[in-house]
């Protein structure tokens, strides 16, 4: 399978927020992403595949905010049907390293304390508990707050440049999911 990173443009707008909708629930609306295409300390990427001929498929998106020299990573989503390829490991490489390439040294995010999946993914890329919010979420849950220290470091940015060649390698031998009937 075939996918790119790239920024996200005013174009896509009616694609992340429909995209936003089946990974999140709905959590920024068309506003909210505009400010961020806008914003100079926002990377907003997001994560296309060739669906049918040369027509791209929008399946994931990712956003940090650069404050100070911190990177706060406030979104990480992959298409559901496209889940467990890798794909999100993949576009958090791309957001570390464009924080790196800010010149940002630390990273944060919060992650609901439910969520092991992502708190494994979170943490095999050097990210640590540094605190926890109570009833962070609209439901109450508990988000644990993640901090990785080391965005500058020679050794880190090494591994992160092998991960994404492996990532690369295996979602090249990768064979797209079925299209889903209520994706668009």
């Known amino acids: 399978m075939h996918v790119v990173c790239r920024p996200m443009t005013l174009s896509?707008?009616?694609?992340?927020v429909a995209l936003d909708h089946r990974c999140f629930g709905g959590l920024w609306n068309e506003a909210a992403y505009?400010?961020?295409?806008?914003?100079?300390?926002?990377?907003?990427l997001v994560v296309e595949t060739p669906a049918q001929g040369t027509r791209q498929k929008m399946i994931g998106i990712g956003c940090?905010?650069?404050?100070?020299?911190?990177?706060?990573i406030t979104l990480l989503g992959i298409e559901?049907?496209?889940?467990r390829l890798g794909l999100g490991r993949w576009l958090l490489i791309h957001l570390l390293r464009a924080a790196g390439d800010r010149g940002l040294t630390h990273a944060t995010l919060e992650v609901r304390q439910s969520n092991q999946v992502a708190l494994a993914l979170y943490q095999s890329l050097?990210?640590?508990?540094?605190?926890e919010r109570r009833r962070y979420?609209?439901?109450?849950?508990?988000?644990?707050?993640?901090?990785?220290s080391h965005l500058q470091d020679s050794s880190f940015l090494s591994e992160l440049?092998?991960?994404?060649?492996?990532?690369?390698?295996?979602?090249?031998?990768?064979?797209?999911?079925a299209a889903s009937p209520t994706t668009s």
């Open 126 to 131: 050097g990210f640590q508990v540094a605190g």
């Open 161 to 177: 440049q092998a991960q994404q060649q492996q990532l690369n390698q295996k979602l090249q031998a990768t064979t797209a999911p």
């Open 64 to 72: 940090l905010w650069a404050i100070l020299d911190e990177a706060h």
């Open 34 to 44: 505009s400010r961020e295409v806008h914003s100079p300390n926002s990377d907003l």
């Open 80 to 83: 559901p049907q496209y889940q």
């Open 137 to 148: 979420y609209a439901d109450d849950e508990n988000a644990l707050i993640l901090w990785c």
């Open 12 to 16: 896509d707008l009616a694609n992340v």
